[in-house]
């Protein structure tokens, strides 16, 4: 009770203070930790070249950072969110509730996702099919739906090396773990037609699901945190394999061997040229109503998306980024502040 | 009890059986049990130090590096045809100058040193030999002409930071052998690094930026330092004194002195202990709905931290306030009654003075909880890249800024190794700065604490 009075008579006093205080001059920015470091990269070379104060970003996830931007408009909510997937209907639904009309979609380039072992331990090269049956909690064995009986990954393909099943994939709450279900699990379980065998035997809607649905037996197993907890899960368990940002390998190629996918080895070129098959698109959202209340905030994102910084030979992509090959066009459009349209 | 009394029937049969000085079995039963539990005790004792020793043992060993750094001397020569074309050293137009363009005078300025001392490695062109130097050179040579412009042109003696890998070639934390694997470092270039460290080019020492510089992003761990979160815990901590500590105090002399005691004074001391084992976070969700939402606070200011982290040390303080006031004995109190003080003369007076050293403690022990706690700010926007110092105060409880906590936890959570001996280094600086809090508490307590 006491408390809460003095939560009040807090909160009071606060509200006064803030009367006094300035406008906020420095840009907010929220959201993916895959981006994350790309954005503190641009905010740190923007207040170093640019009279604005260095802009404040924040991790917290794609989707916190989506759901901050669409609080509403003022000087208390975020100017950008950073995501590593596309925005959601159900976002923009939210953005328009809360008086957000206008968004730009930047593009800003590819990440490729990479599966990488002990530097010491043995060398895979995978193909989606090997991890939708290594994973995956039913599979199809002699045409019966069956529950996944792999221990080795030489159960799963002759060619891989005799050792046991043990996975480090991102949790629910990532964007990665989104493309990690599509472009891994979901291809993996066409290309070995365990789909049809699904389909067949489920129905339709069931049988797409089992596609995702991951085995339960410790062979699978989902990392919350950051990149740096995979790692450190790796480097107490040598046999396993996990999954990591191209430009976090890149940053520890000395203690990471990465496996190639279709017989495709990751690297900022191969995502480029489209040829690894396992890469995303990554955006940040600007709100538009922000443009001319908070200084350089246009001057920011013309800053990240400019040659200089997102271009094939910035620090970007020196990172580990994936130059968009359409850069020009994101250029042309964040200059004319285009909002973008509705989701296709 | 049938033991006792089956005893003593033994004892009545047999009177002169016994002997002091020999221990019978149930003595020496007791002794084991006494012996037993001492034991026990010794083990948990000793379980709690290896612990704890262990885990000094890492953070010093993975951290005490960051306090030293790896620097290159160059004499730079700040060419007016590059960095002021119209000569005029107009700041607008040198303003205009971004980093890129200073790059290059870097490259040149190594190459040509690199010569002077005879220096060269097979392999290494001068592109590769300017990735020894750090990325954030540029940005310090901006700075300085910035600063002087009338230095264009001259040549300047500067101390770059070396590369982050170069760095932690020196630190044990690169090898010949991990260079080998590392995309971002070859042997070639800690060879041609060792040269220069023979040429005296090269050198380490101690790291005072370490606690002066701003974050870095992940490009160059070698920058990266905790200016701003020591500023921003500094603010939060004055925040939550100014704020805790009076509050905290007059709620405690009301509660423990005027209020009555009822059900609603009841009601509030269970409340309040209560309050002291709700998890942190709680208030963090609790300032953001208060603080940012309704009162329209900023994002990422110390001032909202504070406040929360007031919310926080509240009930703390008040449980020691209390406790201290209770401690004083009554007598003092019925003798300045008894004198003619009014009641709250004989608090202000006699019984607060008393109550101080405890009310200190108290007040010590809550901040220094405060200043570990990063679950709060987490939700508060402080847990953030934060690179502009904040201003001072007034104004600055209002810029974003980074806490001591959250720039562990942001280290830690970085894709480059080097980020982790630097988190580390955080977590001694803010092991340090806890030991001082708590120390300070301890002695208080011993120099001016009364006993009665």
């Not at chain 1, 954005?39 to 989506?66: C, K, L, Q």
């Not at chain 1, 290594?134 to 221990?151: E, M």
């Not at chain 2, 050293?89 to 040509?112: C, M, S």
Request: glycine residues 8%; aromatic residues 8%; proline residues 5%.
């Amino acid at each position: 009770m006491k408390t809460l009075k003095i939560a009040l008579a807090a909160a009071l006093a606060a509200s006064a203070l803030t009367t006094a205080a300035e406008a906020r001059d420095q840009i907010q920015i929220k959201g993916s930790s895959t981006v994350l470091p790309y954005a503190s990269i641009v905010a740190e070379a923007f207040g170093e070249n640019f009279e604005y104060p260095t802009p404040v970003v924040e991790g917290g996830g794609s989707g916190a950072g989506r759901k901050a931007l669409c609080e509403g408009v003022g000087e208390n909510t975020i100017d950008i969110a950073d995501s590593s997937s596309r925005i959601k209907q159900s976002d923009i639904d939210n953005c328009k509730a809360n008086g957000v009309d206008e968004i730009q979609e930047v593009r800003i380039g590819y990440d490729g996702i990479v599966f990488a072992s002990d530097i010491n331990g043995s060398s895979f090269a995978f193909t989606p099919a090997d991890w939708f049956k290594a994973l995956a909690a039913k599979v199809v064995v002699d045409g019966k739906v069956v529950d996944n009986p792999y221990k080795s990954w030489h159960d799963v393909n002759a060619d891989l090396p005799d050792q046991e099943i043990l996975a480090f994939i991102p949790g629910t709450k990532h964007g990665t773990r989104e493309v990690f279900d599509i472009k891994v699990l979901e291809d993996g379980c066409k290309e070995s037609g365990a789909l049809e065998a699904f389909v067949a035997a489920m129905g339709e809607k069931d049988g797409e699901k089992a596609c995702l649905a991951l085995r339960t037996d410790g062979a699978s197993v989902d990392i919350d945190g950051d990149y740096t907890e995979t790692l450190a899960r790796l480097d107490a368990n040598k046999q396993a394999i996990g999954v990591f940002g191209l430009s976090f390998y890149e940053n520890n190629t000395d203690k990471l061997q990465v496996a190639t996918m279709n017989g495709v080895t990751p690297s900022v070129d191969t995502v480029a040229k489209g040829e690894y098959p396992v890469s995303r698109p990554l955006y940040f959202y600007v709100k538009n109503a922000h443009l001319d209340v908070i200084p350089g905030l246009q001057e920011y994102i013309e800053f990240f998306v400019s040659d200089e910084m997102a271009g094939p030979d910035g620090p970007l992509a020196a990172y580990g980024l994936v130059p968009d090959p359409e850069l020009a066009k994101t250029q042309e459009m964040v200059k004319n502040r285009t909002p973008m349209g509705p989701l296709n | 009890m049938t033991d006792v009394s089956a005893d003593l029937a033994t004892q009545a049969v047999r009177p002169n059986d016994r002997s002091l000085f020999v221990r019978d079995e149930r003595t020496t039963r007791r002794h084991r049990a006494e012996m037993r539990f001492r034991m026990m005790g010794l083990a948990a004792v000793t379980f709690g130090i290896i612990a704890l020793l262990g885990l000094m043992a890492s953070i010093l060993n993975n951290g005490v590096s960051s306090f030293s750094q790896t620097y290159v001397k160059l004499a730079i020569n700040l060419d007016a045809s590059k960095l002021d074309k119209s000569g005029k050293r107009d700041p607008a137009e040198l303003q205009k100058v971004t980093t890129f363009a200073y790059q290059p005078l870097i490259k040149a300025a190594l190459v040509k040193t690199m010569a002077e001392h005879g220096i060269s490695v097979d392999g290494v062109n001068a592109k590769q030999a300017a990735e020894l130097i750090s990325k954030e050179a540029p940005a310090q040579l901006r700075r300085y002409v910035l600063a002087h412009p009338d230095k264009i042109g001259e040549t300047i003696t500067f101390e770059l930071l070396a590369a982050g890998r170069i760095d932690g070639y020196y630190k044990g934390r690169v090898t010949m052998e991990s260079a080998a694997l590392d995309r971002n470092v070859s042997p070639e270039q800690l060879r041609l690094a060792d040269q220069m460290r023979e040429a005296g080019i090269l050198e380490k020492r101690f790291n005072w930026s370490f606690f002066t510089a701003p974050d870095a992003s992940d490009t160059r761990p070698e920058a990266a330092g905790l200016g701003v979160a020591i500023l921003g815990s500094a603010y939060m901590m004055l925040v939550v004194l100014v704020l805790s500590l009076p509050i905290g105090v007059a709620a405690s002399i009301y509660l423990e002195e005027f209020a009555p005691q009822n059900r609603f004074t009841d009601i509030i001391e269970v409340n309040i202990s209560n309050l002291a084992a709700v998890p942190s976070i709680v208030f963090g969700i609790l300032g953001l709905a208060i603080f940012i939402n309704i009162a329209g606070l900023p994002q990422s200011a110390p001032l909202v931290g504070g406040l929360v982290l007031t919310l926080m040390t509240l009930p703390t303080i008040i449980i020691a306030t209390r406790s201290a006031l209770k401690a004083v004995p009554p007598s003092i109190r019925d003798a300045a009654l008894g004198v003619g003080a009014s009641k709250l003369q004989s608090i202000f007076h006699h019984v607060l003075p008393l109550a101080a050293p405890g009310i200190l403690t108290g007040t010590i022990i809550g901040l220094a909880q405060a200043l570990g706690e990063t679950a709060p700010l987490l939700l508060i926007g402080m847990v953030a890249f934060v690179r502009e110092y904040p201003g001072a105060p007034p104004e600055g409880f209002f810029d974003p800024a980074s806490a001591l906590p959250v720039q562990v936890y942001n280290w830690t959570t970085r894709g480059d190794p080097a980020f982790v001996e630097r988190a580390s280094g955080a977590i001694i600086v803010l092991l340090i700065f806890l030991a001082i809090m708590n120390i300070t508490a301890i002695i208080l307590r011993r120099r001016f604490e009364r006993r009665w």
